[in-house]
């Protein structure tokens, strides 16, 4: 008897963690999940440490492929979504400003500013495109923390 409570509680618990997982994968309407699906391979990295200036060669060689991307995608952002250039930050450092140091957060928003403004004059410009900086909040995932990965600009289709 202590085994069939065992195996149900066991199969109950996995089935409300697929479902929880289901609905956080299902957040917004399909065409924002296709929208984002697509921007997941979308990001520039190459930052160096603390540093938000945008590599120009990176950006060079993002641009030919993944610019037009990001041009397309702003042509189908629904009515009150926009698109987020997002500025990630490894975990090394404060988030927030210390002494002389900016923090994570600072560093990673100036990132997502210089993205965008590259984005501006190379004409990829519109009122649905904005920009965010999070810190290590959001970190690759099987990544370490302090990786030079982890120092990135992404995309999303977010609510407004």
Known sequence: MKRIALICTLLATVFMLACETAQVQSVGSPGVIALNKSLEQVSIGGFGYKDSEVPSWQYDNWAKVSAPLVQETLTQVPDGYV?????????????????????????????????????????????????????SSQPLAGVAGTDAKQRRVSFVVVPK
């Open 83 to 135: 698109l987020q250039i997002t500025g990630h930050a490894d975990s090394s450092g404060p988030e927030q400003p210390v002494g002389s140091k900016p923090g994570n957060i600072k560093i990673s928003t100036d990132r997502a500013k210089n993205v965008h403004g590259a984005l501006q004059k190379h004409g990829i410009t519109s009122d649905k495109l904005t920009y965010k900086g999070v810190g």
